[in-house]
Structures are given as C-alpha cells and as structure tokens.
C-alpha cells in the first residue's frame, strides 16, 4: 500500500535560513507527488507537484522539491524563510495507476516555526 | 472568484446526532472531493464525484457516512449517529476535472466537527 512519511513534526528556522523538510514515500512505482500548505484557519494550498520530466520542480512562494527516486523522496526546500512561511506543510502523494485522480495519500504533516 | 466554500465553518453536536456538512465547489468544477483530517494527522480522503455520481468511496469509514451531490455541484456529507471519534475538520475540494492527475485540488477551509 502507498504510504507517506515525513519524520519531522515540528521544526523551528530562524528568519532568512534555509529550509529542508522531508518526505519519504512508499510506491511501487514513481507516484505522483505534491506539496500542499495549510495556514492556521486555511484551506490547503498547493505550493508543487511531480508528474514526470525535471526532477526538480519549482513551485510557488518560492519553494522547490527534488525528486529522487532512488531514496524515495520528494523533499521540500526554499533557500530564505520567511515569517508569513510558518504554517503546516503536508507531502501527498497520488496513484499514477489509476484510481480516482484526487484521491491523494498524505503524510502527518510538519509543522514550520520561524523565529524573528 | 470564489474558492470552495464549506459551511458551517463549525459545528458541535451530541453523541448520537445526525448532521450535514455543505460544500459549494467552485462554479463549472465536475470533481469534487471529500477528505477528513483528525488532529495531528493529514488529510484522510473519504469520497470523491465526477459530476452526480460518487466515482469512488472507497474511504468513508462506515455507513453511518453518505455523501451525496445531486445536481452535480453543491455537495453534502451525511454523518447518522456520530459518534466522538467523528470529531474532526472535514474538508471539501473540487478540480476542473479531464484525466490523471493534472487538475489541481482546490481545498476549502474545512468545517471543523466537534461531538460532544
């Protein structure tokens, strides 16, 4: 069965540092990945997807993820963070086989603290 | 233009009572999807439409659930004899629709379900 795991809860970045969050998943092919982010009283917003073709992906406020497939990860960067970044961050992953097209599978979540 | 709205935004009902949460998906969108997310975990999906029909409900947990979507917009989920451990924020998407998974979700900002 798919399966989505991101090891981090809670993770706190100064203002202006880097930022790494992890996503590993469980696939038996290469699936189709998204990250979303939800804002505390916010719906989920999509910030990237993979489907296929560059394994690094550009999506919006600035955030990348890079697919390798030979960890399967999909991990979520940006090179400054920025306090209005603090939110939840949610890796998903989907069935390229079939099966309903938003039918996504999601991780628990980590959840990003900036601090000024 | 308008996102995906959900209402109520909360909701607290008694150990045993029958509810309905409402989603209006964004105008001319055919897929429209049902997810539930418990505290401290991702969004767990429930059931998904094309249009009138439920194309796969395959994640509603038991038949106290029962979606429904009749003229293939607005959308209601039916919750009969809730029970504590249905207390969760239950959100609603919808996507253009067409094949795979290029449609992006479009998440609202959930109705957050408490059973006392």
């Known amino acids: 069965a798919q399966s989505v795991t991101q090891p981090d809860i809670h993770i706190t970045v100064s203002e202006g540092a880097s930022l790494e969050l992890r996503c590993n998943y469980s696939y038996g092919a290469t699936p189709y990945l998204f990250w979303y982010v939800q804002s505390p009283g916010q719906g989920l917003q999509l910030l990237l997807k993979y489907f296929s073709g560059d394994t690094l992906v550009q999506g919006i406020k600035g955030f990348e993820a890079e697919f390798k497939r030979s960890q399967s990860s999909f991990n979520l960067r940006k090179p400054s963070v920025h306090w209005s970044d603090a939110a939840e961050y949610f890796c998903?992953?989907?069935?390229?086989?079939?099966?309903?097209?938003?039918?996504?599978?999601f991780g628990k979540g980590t959840k990003l603290s900036v601090k000024p | 233009g308008a996102g995906v709205s959900q209402t109520p935004s909360n909701k607290v009902t008694e150990k045993g009572k029958y509810v309905e949460l409402r989603c209006d998906p964004i105008?001319?969108?055919?897929?429209l999807y049902w997810y539930r997310q418990s505290l401290g975990q991702g969004p767990e999906f429930l059931i998904y439409f094309q249009g009138t029909g439920a194309a796969d409900d395959s994640g509603l947990p038991n038949d106290r659930f029962f979606a429904v979507r009749p003229e293939g917009s607005v959308s209601t989920l039916k919750i009969q004899r809730t029970e504590r451990g249905d207390s969760a924020v239950y959100l609603c998407?919808?996507?253009?629709?067409?094949?795979?998974?290029?449609?992006?979700?479009?998440f609202g900002n959930g109705t957050r379900l408490t059973v006392t």
């Open positions: 998407a919808s996507s253009p629709g067409g094949t795979g998974m290029n449609s992006p979700l479009h």
């Open positions: 105008s001319g969108h055919t897929a």
């Open positions: 998903a992953v989907g069935d390229r086989d079939g099966g309903s097209q938003g039918n996504l599978i």
